[in-house]
């Protein structure tokens, strides 16, 4: 019962590709959200979306944008990729009544040659 | 700004030895708090929240709004805790974006 898909779990790109991260939920939840994992510093949020078009910087975005044209799909885009961008990316969602509880995805795990 | 702390990168115990992972916050106020855990190959997932004041697993914590802790606790782990543990905490009211620690590998060896 996969609630929170994204689309690619492992990619390579090239240094300035545009790299696009899709995920969808299928529970109905108003709050989405990317971060980044690496080992040592944690979860760190990319952008945060509470509705559809809606959308808040998290603590690192930049180099990063997100789209949010529907409520169950949230993108993540890397305009230029480039190495320091290598990480995992975990979505998320939540409900804003299902006590702050977040939902997260598989993980991409994305590589910038 | 709030701020999740946990001090220990890595611990490393023995099946059956007691365990805890620490959680400290920098918020003046009540806030919610969670532990998620990731398993090898696995999701980020939700392991218990302080609201709920259940044990999950074994594992409990308890909320110490004296010394902004909120420490997990296993009496006796197993091989099966070894994870990564995330402790994350939420501002009450409108924002609902939590902030996480940097976590905290467990091991338990054979």
């Known amino acids: 019962d996969v609630k929170v898909t994204q689309s690619s779990r492992y990619l390579v790109k090239r240094t300035g590709e545009k790299v696009f991260l899709e995920c969808v939920q299928d529970m109905d939840h108003e709050n989405m959200f990317w971060y980044r994992q690496d080992p040592g510093l944690g979860l760190r949020l990319i952008y945060f979306?509470?509705?559809?078009?809606?959308?808040e910087k998290g603590d690192i975005p930049e180099g990063y944008s997100v789209s949010r044209e529907k409520k169950e799909r949230f993108s993540l885009i890397l305009e230029s990729a480039s190495t320091n961008q290598t990480s995992m990316y975990l979505c998320?969602?939540?409900?804003?009544?299902?006590?702050?509880?977040?939902?997260f995805g598989a993980g991409s795990r994305l590589t910038v040659l | 700004a709030q701020r999740v702390t946990q001090p220990e990168k890595l611990l490393s115990v023995f099946k059956g030895a007691p365990v805890e992972l620490k959680c400290n916050y920098s918020y003046s106020g009540s806030p919610e708090l969670f532990w998620y855990v990731q398993y090898s190959r696995q999701r980020l997932q939700l392991l218990l929240r302080h609201i709920s004041r259940e044990s999950i697993k074994g594992f409990t914590a308890d909320l110490n709004k004296g010394e902004t802790s909120f420490h997990l606790k296993k009496p006796f782990a197993q091989e099966e805790d070894s994870a990564m543990y995330y402790c994350a905490l939420k501002k009450p009211g409108g924002s609902y974006i939590p902030t996480f620690g940097r976590g905290t590998s467990l091991i338990v060896h054979p």
């Open positions: 979306s509470y509705d559809v078009k809606m959308k």
């Open positions: 998320a969602s939540s409900s804003i009544t299902g006590a702050n509880v977040l939902t």
